[in-house]
């Protein structure tokens, strides 16, 4: 059972930042898309951003220049770094990974998951 495990979420100010971990198995993460996405209370999961393999980058509209999605393969592990926050910002947050694109970015069905973290932007 593949588990990726996520932190790194809280309570902030509006403008205020926080940045995301994820932490995946050696075996899988440098071959594969990571991707975060997001559940608000009474909305459907939306992908926030995600990062393919090759490092290549996109970003929900709404947090573009915001937020900045990265990985470091020598350690396994994905950031999402979120700056000026926003009260809309707030949600749990997953990160996912899959060695399909498609099915991170497209049908939104990456094979692993982790546990999700809450964010909450409020003053």
């Known amino acids: 059972q593949v588990q990726l495990v996520e932190s790194g979420g809280g309570l902030v100010q509006p403008g205020g930042a926080l940045r995301l971990s994820c932490e995946a198995p050696?075996?899988?993460?440098?071959?594969?898309?990571m991707g975060w996405y997001r559940q608000a209370p009474g909305k459907q999961r939306e992908l926030v951003a995600y990062?393919?393999?090759?490092?290549?980058?996109n970003y929900l509209g709404s947090v573009k220049g915001r937020f900045t999605i990265s990985r470091d393969n020598a350690e396994n592990t994905a950031y999402l770094q979120m700056n000026s926050l926003k009260p809309e910002d707030t949600a749990v947050y997953y990160c996912?990974?899959?060695?399909?694109?498609?099915?991170?970015?497209?049908?939104?069905?990456?094979?692993?998951w982790g546990q999700g973290t809450q964010v909450t932007v409020s003053s």
């Open positions: 996912a990974a899959d060695l399909s694109v498609y099915d991170v970015v497209t049908t939104h069905r990456p094979d692993y």
């Open positions: 050696g075996s899988i993460f440098s071959i594969s898309t």
């Open positions: 990062i393919t393999a090759s490092g290549t980058t």
